[in-house]
């Protein structure tokens, strides 16, 4: 048995390990700026029907969503090859669970295209704002 000031010792040891890493998780998190509130609030509604469509399990209800055609495996693919092969292999359960609850990350890139990114697993899943509003863009490995 270990004597108690050795406890006390471990538990404050343990305690401050458990303090720095949520610090600096706070500290990570605020190097990525928030986007402009407007854009937010726009991606915030287009995200609430999205996630609408993944509870339902929708293919129809996403390919609606997503900026077609879309780059996969190579090609450009249309609705149809979207809804009956790309949807299941993008959003299994996992994923579909996943992005009820991931945080978006605002991006804007170097030509002033703004979007979101929201992190599942070893995915990144790309949404960009366009003319026509907000759309599904399309997956990234998370490297």
Excluded: W
Excluded at 116 to 121: A, D, H, N
């Amino acid at each position: 048995m270990m004597p108690l000031n050795r406890r006390r010792f471990a538990f404050a040891a343990s305690f401050g390990l458990l303090l720095a890493a949520l610090s600096m998780d706070s500290a990570l998190a605020q190097r990525v700026p928030p986007g402009p509130p407007a854009v937010e609030a726009e991606f915030r509604q287009f995200l609430a029907g999205f996630r609408q469509a993944l509870r339902a399990n929708d293919a129809s209800a996403v390919a609606a969503l997503t900026r077609l055609p879309i780059y996969y495996d190579d090609a450009h693919r249309d609705r149809a090859y979207f809804e009956s092969r790309i949807y299941r292999q993008m959003f299994t359960q996992r994923n579909r669970t996943c992005l009820q609850t991931a945080r978006p990350v605002y991006d804007k890139d170097g030509e002033g295209t703004e979007g979101f990114s929201l992190f599942c697993g070893q995915t990144i899943f790309i949404f960009t704002k366009k003319a026509d509003g907000f759309r599904f863009e399309g997956t990234h490995p998370n490297d």
